[in-house]
T-cell receptor, first 115, second 116 residues
Framework: NAGVTQTPKFQVLKTGQSMTLQCAQD?????MYWYRQDPGMGLRLIYY???????DKGEVPNGYNVSRLNKREFSLRLESAAPSQTSVYFC??????????????FGPGTRLTVL | AQSVTQLDSQVPVFEEAPVELRCNYS??????LFWYVQYPNQGLQLLLK??????LVKGINGFEAEFNKSQTSFHLRKPSVHISDTAEYFC??????????????FGKGTKLSVIP
């Protein structure tokens, strides 16, 4: 039981390049989330998905797109990377659609640097 | 809008001493409260959460927190820390149903350093 896995672990991009961050969970959870973590800023929600086929914007969605490919997988895409998107990205999942109260389970993170 | 303030960005404490990590929140509606811990180079994991009922919440690894509605606080405590408790701790607040769209707000984190 791997929990929440993320690929890649590290990535360096040039400004304007695109990439997709992959996330998968094997806990049969309904809800999935993408966060970014910046020094001294805590975590900020980018997008979330309460169930397969649905996605909603979080606090900082600009510059990102997401796809809930199936119940297991939730990807985050940067279409045209900018230096301001340099951050550590975490994917998380929770068991039900009751995202207000559910415990979230986090992946190990992806460290992204945009030059 | 809701917000979370973690009053200390860094807390050094000697091994086997007690520790309190402070968290205050502001919200115009009822909230649910969480403490998560992040060990170096890892994702976050839940320590404990307050949803309703008893205001004293016990979590994993000997941590506990007390919800104080009048002071809008949710401070985290441990009576005796261990070296392995060295980590960053995040307080988070989730808005209750009926408070509009879902919002989970994290504090900026408190780095706990346990000194041998």
């Amino acid at each position: 039981n791997a929990g929440v896995t993320q690929t890649p672990k590290f990535q360096v991009l040039k400004t304007g390049q695109s990439m997709t961050l992959q996330c998968a969970q094997d806990m049969n959870h309904n809800s999935m989330y993408w966060y970014r973590q910046d020094p001294g800023m805590g975590l900020r929600l980018i997008y979330y998905s309460a169930s397969e086929g649905t996605t909603d914007k979080g606090e900082v969605p600009n510059g990102y797109n997401v796809s809930r490919l199936n119940k297991r997988e939730f990807s985050l895409r940067l279409e045209s990377a900018a230096p301001s998107q340099t951050s550590v990205y975490f994917c998380a999942s929770s068991r039900t659609e009751e995202r207000r109260t559910d415990t979230q389970y986090f992946g190990p993170g992806t460290r992204l640097t945009v030059l | 809008a809701q917000s979370v303030t973690q009053l200390d960005s860094q807390v050094p404490v000697f091994e086997e001493a007690p520790v309190e990590l402070r968290c205050n929140y502001s919200s115009s509606v009822s909230v649910y409260l969480f403490w998560y811990v992040q060990y170096p180079n890892q994702g976050l994991q839940l320590l404990l959460k307050y949803l309703s009922g008893s205001t004293l919440v016990k979590g994993i690894n000997g941590f506990e927190a007390e919800f104080n509605k009048s002071q809008t606080s949710f401070h985290l405590r441990k009576p005796s820390v261990h070296i392995s408790d060295t980590a960053e701790y995040f307080c988070a607040v989730s808005s209750s149903p009926g408070a509009g769209s879902y919002q989970l707000t994290f504090g900026k984190g408190t780095k706990l350093s346990v000194i041998p």
